[in-house]
C-alpha cells in the first residue's frame, strides 16, 4: 500500500499521547478525524506488517493484555478476517493447529469470501469485515481523540510566485494575484495547488496536524514512545 502520512510521537503522559500527523500523499490532503484512526496506529506500532515498520516490541515479549485482543482486532483493522481450516476443512484457532470447539466446517461460516491459499501453517481463507466494525469498537480502546487545523499550508500568494518551479517577477506576480482578487480558495485546493512547493520545504515545514488522544488503559501505549516516527498507509 502507498505511504499517506508520517506519523510523529512527540510525548506520552500516563493514558494520553501527542504527536504530529505530516500529510505526504497529494491523494490524501486531509487527517482522518475518527478514533480508528489512532486505534489503527496503536495497532500499527503493537504488531507491524514488515520488518520496516517502527514497533520497538520484540518477537514474543508483546503485552498479553493486547496480544489477546489481536484476533478480534486485526480483521477490524485490514477489513478482512484471515480464517485457518484443517485438512477436513474445520476450522482452526489464531495459530493455525488448535482445534476450535465447538466444530465449524469452513463451509457454514457466513460472509463474502476474498480468496485464500496454503502457507507453512495451514490452509486458509480470509472474509471481508465490514469497516463499521471497528467504528463501533474503537470507544473501547480510545476515549478521545482531537485532531488540529493544518499547519504550513502555503498561501496562495507563495503558490503563484512559485509558478511550478519558475517563480515569477514581482512584476509577473503582481499581475497573477489581481487575477485572482475575489476568489476564496478552499484548503485542499491550497494543498493540491501547492503541492510541489510543498515538497522543496524542509520536513518540519511542510503540512501537519497535532493529534491528541487518550486511551482506557496505559498498556495501549507502550511502544508509542517520545521520538517515534514512521509512515504509514493507514487512512481511516
Not at 6 to 11: K, L, N, Q
Not at 119 to 147: G, N, Q, R
Amino acid at each position: 500500500m502507498t505511504d499517506l502520512y508520517t506519523i510523529s510521537i512527540d510525548a506520552v503522559e500516563d493514558m494520553a499521547c501527542r504527536g504530529r500527523v505530516h500529510i505526504i500523499n497529494p491523494d490524501s490532503l486531509f487527517v482522518p478525524e475518527g478514533r480508528t484512526f489512532p486505534v489503527s496506529l496503536i495497532f500499527e506500532t503493537w504488531f507491524p506488517e514488515d520488518d520496516e515498520a517502527p514497533s520497538t516490541a520484540v518477537l514474543g515479549d508483546e503485552d498479553p493484555f493486547v496480544t489477546a485482543q489481536r484476533p478480534a482486532l486485526e480483521p477490524m483493522i485490514y477489513c478482512r478476517r484471515e480464517i485457518r481450516i484443517n485438512e477436513d476443512g474445520y476450522l482452526l484457532s489464531y495459530d493455525g493447529q488448535t482445534l476450535l470447539e465447538p466444530r465449524q466446517h469452513a463451509k457454514d461460516v457466513p460472509g463474502k469470501r476474498r480468496g485464500g491459499g496454503r502457507d507453512e501453517i495451514s490452509e486458509y481463507f480470509a472474509l471481508d469485515v465490514p469497516k463499521e466494525d471497528l467504528v463501533h469498537h474503537a470507544p473501547s480502546i480510545v476515549t478521545s481523540y482531537e485532531v488540529s487545523p493544518l499547519r504550513n499550508v502555503p498561501l496562495l500568494r507563495e503558490i503563484l510566485r512559485f509558478n511550478d518551479g519558475d517563480p515569477l517577477t514581482e512584476e509577473e506576480l503582481a499581475a497573477e494575484e489581481e487575477a485572482y482578487e475575489g476568489v476564496e480558495m478552499d484548503e485542499w485546493e491550497l494543498l493540491d495547488d501547492g503541492w510541489e512547493l510543498m515538497m522543496t520545504r524542509p520536513f518540519e515545514e511542510r503540512p501537519y496536524a497535532d493529534i491528541t488522544f487518550t486511551v482506557t488503559d496505559v498498556r495501549y501505549l507502550k511502544h508509542l514512545t517520545p521520538g517515534l516516527r514512521w509512515r504509514t498507509a493507514i487512512w481511516r
